[in-house]
């Protein structure tokens, strides 16, 4: 770190808060870092941007307005007359500024198209471990605390809980890209309202009305936004074109690709490998979305017919169509579209696979589990949020919703 | 009206909407007649702005807002595909600029106050019909929506209904001056989704989100805004302040105010007066806010002692203090809190009920009757948004909520 | 202060800032004051909300939004590593709270009507003693950085100085209400650029191209809304009325007014008495718009025909045509309005004065005198910015811009 | 065009304006086309987001902004009573939807870089000639719009003026998105402020404070976004990677890219190359800013050490330091770069010359030659915006303003 430059910039600009500060050169070190600036190339909603043209923000930003809120929400606490030391204060602030750092290209919907069975979580983890090092052990107590092994356990529920600051920026920041106004929360008035009840984050009663409009607006960002049927039909064509890429590249096929993703697309890495081959963490750190779009872009003339239809569909946004249902569909609706897609598209029927996609999503607005909304009433009880609202009925909104989907380019014709 | 200014100015700026554009001049008249004009000198949110100091806003903006949204909204349906006539889309325009023309001083708190039985809606019908003979019958149309009377029934919805410019405006409005973000609605996107279905107004289907939202954050503005503690006390102090002046005025004592404030002090005038005394509405449009506030400045100083006691207290913001609860409060905690005030402030019985509210509010944030709002899906079915809603439980929405309060300076000592 | 509530609300809605939080008890009870209260009911931009329906903010709101940048100036200072003491801190936030405490009804147009030749500074250093015998001398740092006699010169200039607090706050609020959207400036970043050098207050180089567009701003404020020509005329025709009320109360002739109205329409009372009598301080304090406003309302009525049309005029918004040029009008331009005026509304020479204003205005938008904006360079060396601006004339926005004026109701005709 | 999607999504969400509406097929169908498609994957600022993390948006988001800006303006301008004939207005919201459409990767920077005396006007016209014969002819009127070809010559001057669609969104969705709240401009206000006279586009009197406004907020904007030094030494890097890269494939060298920037890298393509092979056009319009990025990671870790040093610096944001001032460097300022880069980095001469840029830039904040902004006043008579203020020094801001800089990794060491 010889010649980073000397004169550090403390503030930075940001539409949604207006000025984000860094108070801690390890803040500004890390942010450097590039591992921290590959997220500048992974985009915060995948393909919703498809739909809504304004939602082009990246995870780079996205942390860096966690950190921001989380530095509100220490100072809030604390004047409260809740200790939290300043290695604790810096701790949690590295938390959460690094809790995405081993989310992979795209959106969550890839993240099992690239590498099997890790999450990115677990990615996230091997990558602080391997920070913490290059930082001689700077990191310890923000690894505890992400990790959930910190005495202090509400520290761990500002970094992730139903309340914590993760969800209220990417809930202000997605809305605020979107245009969805009515995604806006007040993080502010909510931060405002957080509280501290026997090492449990916990929201002052007169905050109850700002907790339910929280999750009234996180379900709305979900069906209008994050599960669009626009998108998630746009997404699972990428899903099954980074599928059929994988197994043309196990057929040994010839495929554009930069030296990272060749390697994702050549072989199917477990977490396994990442924990005995350090090399392969390097090569994961290497990819972004500009692998995979870059990719993609001359994968539209690949002699693989159902490489490149799917290809050239997508860049075009010709996407496929969808219907959503609350039932799931039946073998023969599926084999009805199979059956088109083999006829107008002149392919084999397991070449039409990657054209017809039965699934199904789920969203929970609210969870009753042991992760509760806890609100403290003034005379210091403390309450679940869905029972302490006298009207909004969050049981309801904590009823998981399920919707079946079909995709194909020929629905309905 | 033969020396107005020539030069219309057809654009007024609106922090809410960026500008407001009138295109008829007959609506630059209305604006114009000093009827209209009063009220820019009633505050939209009474005693509000006690607690959000921003919330200084008046009706005078209200109606020019909701006027602009009208605008839209007629628009919007006519795209659709919709007939609505020229002279129908004037009509509708004045009926939501008229539509609190009526409004007596301050919130709704005071309306019965100051007239006995006479609501603002009857008195908003009195000076339209007034305005109309004034206007040459030009206000015809507007009166027959405004009354529910004329043929195409979504005219008179877009006027007054659960889903109208007036809730439209109001709540966006109030939001924006109040600074209580949460109560934000996307009104430019709820009237994008308007339609009409069989003379019904109707919302499509993709707009359900957004009815939820509107919905939720009207209940929000209700308990955090319209009836928040503090405003309560503050209102209840000055709907006693005005009993007493009237009290008082009825035992023959000297009382400063306007001739109109005068007028209503010391006579109890029902609607029957109203219409068989035209000189009457002329004197009821003489008062306003500061008929009101103008007297209580200088009641402070009456020898009344109860009088000038409270009038003190609101001016100084020392407040009633004021306990909510779901269950009424006993005939002996009332009793508590009068003999408190009897020996503090060393008053009668009788004139300690001037310092002892117990009362109860109630609201409904959605109602399922007639005026359900209707969800109109793509197959062409209709069904009221309570059920149309998959999670979102809109009918524990539909409960009415009591809540009952007392308010007394001593309230806990 | 016996029963003044305990549980103090420390946190306030700002739709400009989001929250204002009170930091000191002194602070809120200095806000809880009758004399602070009283800046709730004088509004911030007097009849400029003719033009702009939205600017009815008041005064109230503007000296806590101050206050809330002071704390945000004091803390960027701070880090920076000059020491301001709590008690300085205080003092300078106590200074900008209640600058304009001894301002009298509507803006500063009325000033001279109501009392002489005593300006509001005046009444405020007046207003700030009493207080500070209320407060038993907690004070007194407050007022020594308010009259510029405390040895830190820099805690004056936040107070009052071409980049005060006072302007940040009311360009921001101003625009905000008024919907005027080429008004807003980045309060926020300028603060964020504010640093001391030898005791003065400058701004930083980078700061450089905020501080002219916070140049650009106020003129553009100015032009727009403060001396927009349908404000001048009403607060010409405004001053008009209380002249004449004045003469009429001279003449001995009855008229509606609340006792405070009365003893300053009565009476030509100067600084010598304010010096010598406290009750006049005691009365001036209980003046506010609605004794203004209240009046005039009845004085639509009044026998004297000047008055009354004056008055009618005025809350019909039936304004006084007027032409703004560069040049003075000609003694024969203004001869000619007199005749018209005598000839249509029937009055003599003498009456008809008060419906003819002849007047000009000026404005300097940037003043290179003392109080230049100094910018502080990297190297450390400092410059007015009027030289320090590469490309922006500051010096052209310098010269003061005379307009001058004519008003009439018939002008034109 | 057989499979595309026929329910076509008419609004579209757009955080600067609310919502877009695509009025005509045509638009939908030319949006729909692969090369606009394109422009979502070319960013509007080109390295800007390494200041200003927000500023993620692309080319395509701004083309949407500008044609909704032109929809408004035709609207405003056929009330004020000029004609704009359903063809004119359609050709004209075209013009502006395509006027970016050759625009290569990245900002204007890398014009250069990649085709050698192409610029982007001369390709988005090749574009617009392709699309129109796909279109059948429907895009004469926009062609000629586009060229001034066209008759009506203030067409053209709302697709390409001083005050045209394009300025008027790039302003503010660059202040929307990188958070600098000073360059915002009331693009709604001027619209309602545009006029016609005599077939030149005029501003109205009343709008010349907006139009000085604009003019400061984009020279603002100009310094602190477009040219802000950081961003200048990023796009300097960027161009002598894509220089170096070039120069390595002339030598033969190997290099990852994909075919199309492969086709660019190896061939000096000149503007006759385009018109005598129009597989070249086919061939651009498939370069983005994925292609170079995807292209600077792999080359990290080519083995010419010139590229991968360049590659690394620029990805990990170890941007070279740079000083500007008004007076260019002198030879040996630079010589003494060159030597510490050749010593420290162990580089020849030769390849030091990637590592010292010495270069100049420079800026007019408003133009008054033919293309002033005129501003017509009452009487009708037409003034350059210049003259027009009356205090303002626009003339100074039509100066040219040069900054010379010098740019190397050791600067100031």
Not at 177 to 197: C, D, F, H, P
Not at 252 to 274: I, M, Q, T, V, Y
Not at 377 to 394: E, I, Q, R, V
Request: aromatic share 8%; proline share 3%; hydrophobic share 40%.
């Amino acid at each position: 770190m010889t010649d980073r430059p000397t004169n550090k910039k403390k503030i930075l600009n940001d539409p949604v808060y207006g000025f984000i500060t860094l108070r801690h050169d390890i803040l500004h070190d890390l942010i450097d870092h590039p591992w921290f600036q590959r997220l500048r190339r992974i985009s915060q909603l995948g393909l919703s941007h498809l739909v809504y043209p304004g939602a082009v923000h990246n995870r780079f930003h996205h942390a860096l307005g966690a950190m921001h809120l989380m530095q509100s929400a220490v100072e809030e606490i604390r004047q409260k007359g809740h200790v939290i030391t300043d290695k604790e204060a810096l701790g949690v602030s590295i938390a959460i500024l690094l809790h995405d750092i081993g989310h992979g290209p795209f959106s969550h919907a890839l993240e099992h198209s690239i590498v099997g069975n890790v999450n990115h979580e677990d990615i996230s983890t091997f990558m602080m471990n391997r920070l913490n090092e290059e930082f001689h052990g700077e990191l310890n107590t923000a690894i505890e605390i992400f990790n959930n092994h910190y005495p202090k356990k509400f520290l761990h529920e500002l970094v992730s809980s139903q309340l914590d600051m993760d969800r209220m920026d990417y809930l202000r920041r997605d809305s605020f890209y979107s245009g969805v106004a009515e995604g806006q929360i007040s993080s502010e008035r909510i931060i405002k309202m957080l509280n501290v009840a026997g090492d449990k984050l916990v929201v002052e009663e007169k905050g109850i009305y700002s907790v339910e409009k929280f999750i009234v607006a996180r379900r709305l960002m979900y069906w209008q936004v994050y599960l669009h049927k626009t998108v998630l039909s746009a997404e699972y064509m990428l899903m099954n074109i980074l599928k059929r890429a994988k197994w043309l590249a196990g057929q040994g096929a010839s495929l554009f690709a930069s030296p990272a993703l060749h390697l994702f697309l050549s072989n199917n890495l477990s977490k396994e490998d990442f924990l005995s081959n350090p090399d392969i963490l390097d090569q994961f750190a290497q990819l972004d979305d500009y692998d995979i779009l870059g990719a993609i872009k001359v994968w539209q003339h690949h002699e693989d017919k159902v490489l490149s239809l799917l290809c050239q569909k997508l860049l075009s946004r010709e996407l496929f169509k969808i219907e959503l249902r609350k039932d799931p569909f039946s073998e023969r609706d599926i084999a009805s579209e199979l059956d088109k897609v083999t006829k107008h598209l002149n392919l084999s029927n397991d070449e039409a696979q990657y054209f017809v996609i039965s699934e199904h999503i789920d969203n929970r607005a609210y969870s009753t589990a042991a992760s509760a909304i806890m609100i403290r009433f003034k005379d210091g009880t403390l309450k679940d949020a869905a029972s302490a609202s006298d009207h909004l009925n969050l049981s309801a909104l904590s009823q998981p919703v399920t919707k079946h989907f079909l995709c194909s380019p020929f629905l309905g014709n």
